[in-house]
C-alpha cells in the first residue's frame, strides 16, 4: 500500500563537506551518493533524491545538493523546486565562500522555509557552537531566511536529529503547496532507461497533476509522449501533483531527444520563449553593475543557456540593492511562464551574479524606445487584480489579440480564473476561425490610427492608385495579425474608420481617382497614343517618351494607365501590355465572327484576322481565354460555349 504524500519538496544547500549527504542519510537512511566517483571522493557531484518518513508516517521528498562551486550547475538544478530548506553549516568550519552563494540563490529564489543546521555539532564545543550560530544569523540577515530557527546536529551520534525531524513536520503541518495553476509541467533532471519497460524521467513537478496515459508534450521540440507509468517515492501511482518528487515512465518516438533541461508539459502548452521580460535582481555580493548587451548564464528550473542582457531601466545598468526591469534574450529556447524564477551567473560560470522573476515570457523589442513597455511591466509586476494583470499582459504582446488559454500560460494562472476575469468589460473581443481572442483597447486605439494613417498616406503618395495592398497594410501593422484575421478586422474597422475594401485593395471612402491638371493632359495623350496603335501598341517605355515623360517616367505612366484602366478607356492585357479600349472590342469581335463559322482558330490565322504580329495576336488570344471568351484546345482556340 503506497504511503501518504507531502505536496512539498525538502532541499539540502551549503558549502561543500558540511555534511549534507551525511545529514539526509541520517534522517532518511537512504544513501543520495549514487555514482562510484562520489562514493571514491566522498563528495556529491551529481543531484541526490530521497524522501522523508514524517513522524505522522507522511513522506516528502527530498533533494540533496553538491555542494562544490564545480558543480553549481548541478545545485541549481536541484534548487529550483524547493520549498523547505536545510541549510548546513559545519561547526568546525562555520560559514564558507559557498554558504554565501547558496545563501544568496535561495533568496533569489524565493525559498522562505528552512531550517539552519550547525552539523558535525560533535566536533565542537559549546563556545564554538554559539560562534558559529551568530555567523549563521548574520549570513541570513536581509534574506528571505531570515529569522529561521538554527539547530545543532550530529550525524555521527545522532544527537538533534529528532529535534531537526520535529521542527521539519512542525514547519510543513498544514503547508499549502505553490498555487496550483491547472499547467501541468515537469522539469526533467534525470533521464534513464529501465530494461524491460523504456525511457524513466525523474523531476520535481508543478502547476497541476498528472496521470497514468495523459499524453505530454517535450519542450523545446513539441513532441507528444505518453505517461505509461508513475512513480512517488519508489511507490507506483496513478497521478502525482505538484510540489511531488515524480519519476515517468515513458512512451517516446524515435525523434524525442529528453534531457536534463527538458520538460514535459501538458500537451495544450507549446510555449517556448528567447526573449523575456523580467525584474532583475543581483546578489549582494555582486561586484560590478550589470549593463545592456553583458552575456551571463541563464539556469531555469533544470534548464542552463548563454543569454544576453537588455536592461530596460533609462540608467542602462543594474545594480546595487533595487531590482529592475530588463530583458534576457537567450541563445536556445526555454520553456518559461509567468512568475518563474531565473539565476544568471557570469558567462565563464564561475560566480552567481543574481537572479530575476519572469513577468513576461514572450517579450518584444521595444518600438519607439521603451516607456510604454516599461510602464505596463510595471503596472503588470504591481498588479493586484486579475483583470489588472491580464490587460497589462495583453498590451506587452506582439500579438494584436491573444486566446485565453494562451494568457492563462503566460501569467501561468488557472484558466478558469482567467476566463472570470476576461469578463471585465475593459476587453475587447474579436472571434476569428470560430476562436475567442482579446485585446485591450489601448491597442485597438494603436491599430485604427496605424490603418487610418497609413491607408490616407498612402492616397497621398499615389493619388492614382486605388488603394493599398492589403498585405502591404498587414505586415507594416505594430501588432502581429494573421491574414484571415486581418480581414475580419478590416471589416470591423470599416465604419469606425471610413473604409472600403475592394478584393484586395483597402482605401478610404471619400478616395477617388480622378485625373486633373497635368495628368489629365498626359492621360488623354496615352490614350491617344493606344488608339492610333491599333493592334501594334508600343510598351510602356515607349509609351512615356511619346508623352515626354522619358525613361525615368515608366511610374508615373504605370500609374495613370491604371486609371485609366479603371475608367475603361484602356485595356490590360497583360503585364505592362495596354490596348485601346476600341481595338479590343474591334479584335473581340472579328474573333466572334471568325469563330461563328469555323470551329477554331490558331495564333497565325488571327494575327491575320486583325492584321498585327504575332506577339500581340498571342497576349490578345491569351486574354480572351481569361475573360472567358476562348478556350484553348492545344495549339488552337474555340469558343467557350462551344468548349466540352
Not at 530521497?50 to 527530498?62: I, N
Request: glycine share 10%; aromatic share 4%.
Amino acid at each position: 500500500m503506497s504511503k501518504a504524500t507531502v505536496h512539498a519538496i525538502i532541499g539540502t544547500a551549503g558549502h561543500i563537506d558540511h555534511g549534507k549527504t551525511a545529514l539526509v542519510k541520517a534522517l532518511t537512511g537512504q544513501d543520495t551518493d549514487r555514482l562510484k566517483e562520489e562514493k571514491d571522493r566522498g563528495i556529491s557531484i551529481e543531484l541526490g533524491f530521497a524522501y522523508l518518513t514524517l513522524p505522522d508516517g507522511t513522506r516528502a521528498g527530498l533533494v540533496d545538493v553538491p555542494g562544490h562551486e564545480r558543480f553549481i550547475r548541478n545545485m541549481l538544478a536541484g534548487a529550483h523546486g524547493i520549498d523547505l530548506v536545510l541549510f548546513t553549516v559545519a561547526a568546525d568550519d562555520g560559514v564558507m565562500p559557498q554558504s554565501e552563494e547558496h545563501m544568496d540563490i535561495l533568496h533569489l529564489l524565493g525559498v522562505r522555509r528552512g531550517v539552519l543546521v550547525i552539523t558535525k555539532a560533535d566536533l565542537a564545543g559549546p563556545e564554538r557552537l554559539a560562534e558559529v550560530r551568530a555567523e549563521v544569523e548574520l549570513l541570513v540577515e536581509g534574506t528571505t531566511l531570515a529569522g529561521a530557527p538554527v539547530m545543532a546536529v550530529s550525524a555521527l551520534t545522532g544527537a538533534g536529529l529528532e529535534e531537526l525531524k520535529a521542527e521539519v513536520a512542525r514547519q510543513l503541518a498544514g503547508f499549502v503547496a505553490r498555487r496550483p495553476t491547472g499547467i501541468f509541467r515537469l522539469p526533467v533532471d534525470r533521464v534513464f532507461a529501465v530494461k524491460g519497460h523504456g525511457t524513466v524521467v525523474t523531476g520535481t513537478a508543478a502547476g497541476a497533476e498528472v496521470r497514468v496515459g495523459q499524453q505530454l508534450r517535450l519542450l523545446p521540440g513539441g513532441e507528444l509522449v505518453r505517461v505509461r507509468a508513475i512513480q512517488v517515492h519508489g511507490e507506483p501511482a496513478e497521478s502525482a501533483g505538484l510540489c511531488q518528487r515524480v519519476a515517468l515512465n515513458l512512451s517516446t518516438g524515435e525523434r524525442a531527444r529528453l534531457e536534463r533541461g527538458s520538460v514535459l508539459a501538458e500537451a495544450a502548452l507549446d510555449l517556448t520563449t528567447q526573449r523575456l521580460d523580467v525584474l532583475l535582481q543581483l546578489r549582494r555580493a555582486g561586484r560590478r553593475p550589470l549593463r545592456s548587451n553583458d552575456r551571463v548564464r541563464l539556469f531555469l528550473g533544470t534548464a542552463e543557456t548563454a543569454a544576453r542582457v537588455s536592461v530596460l531601466d533609462p540608467s542602462g545598468e543594474a545594480g546595487g540593492d533595487k531590482p529592475i526591469l530588463a530583458q534576457f534574450i537567450t541563445r536556445h529556447p526555454l520553456v518559461a511562464l509567468g512568475q518563474d524564477r531565473i539565476i544568471i551567473r557570469d558567462e565563464t560560470n564561475q560566480r552567481t551574479l543574481g537572479g530575476a522573476t519572469v513577468l513576461n515570457p514572450l517579450g518584444r523589442k521595444a518600438r519607439g524606445g521603451a516607456r510604454s513597455q516599461i510602464e505596463w511591466l510595471s503596472r503588470l509586476q504591481a498588479a493586484q487584480a486579475p483583470a489588472d494583470a491580464l490587460e497589462a499582459m495583453l498590451n506587452l504582446q506582439q500579438d494584436l489579440a491573444v486566446s485565453a488559454l494562451r494568457l492563462s500560460q503566460l501569467l501561468n494562472r488557472p484558466p478558469a480564473d482567467v476566463a472570470s476575469a476576461l469578463g471585465d468589460r475593459r476587453f475587447i473581443v474579436l472571434n476569428v476561425a470560430e476562436e475567442q481572442l482579446f485585446t485591450t483597447p489601448a491597442k485597438w486605439r494603436e491599430l485604427e490610427q496605424f490603418v487610418a494613417a497609413a491607408v490616407a498616406e498612402h492616397h497621398r503618395a499615389n493619388p492614382l492608385s486605388p488603394g493599398l495592398e492589403m498585405e502591404q497594410l498587414r505586415v507594416r501593422l505594430p501588432y502581429a495579425v494573421t491574414p484571415r484575421a486581418f480581414r475580419l478586422l478590416l471589416d470591423r474597422l470599416a465604419e469606425s474608420l471610413q473604409l472600403v475594401r475592394q478584393e484586395s485593395l483597402v482605401r478610404l471612402k471619400q478616395h477617388r481617382v480622378e485625373l486633373g491638371g497635368e495628368d489629365q493632359r498626359l492621360g488623354i495623350a496615352l490614350e491617344k497614343t493606344l488608339k492610333d496603335s491599333g493592334f501594334k501598341p508600343p510598351d510602356l517605355r515607349q509609351l512615356a517618351q511619346s508623352c515626354g515623360l522619358g525613361g525615368a517616367g515608366i511610374a508615373r505612366a504605370r500609374s495613370l494607365l491604371t486609371a485609366l484602366e479603371r475608367d475603361g478607356r484602356v485595356v490590360k492585357v497583360a503585364t505592362d501590355l495596354y490596348f485601346s479600349r476600341q481595338a479590343v472590342e474591334q479584335a473581340r469581335q472579328r474573333l466572334l465572327d471568325y469563330l461563328g463559322s469555323n470551329a477554331e482558330i490558331g495564333a497565325a490565322g488571327f494575327r491575320d484576322l486583325i492584321g498585327g504580329s504575332r506577339k500581340f495576336a498571342i497576349a490578345l488570344l491569351d486574354y480572351f481565354d481569361h475573360t472567358a471568351v476562348t478556350t484553348r484546345v492545344g495549339d488552337m482556340r474555340r469558343l467557350r460555349a462551344r468548349s466540352g
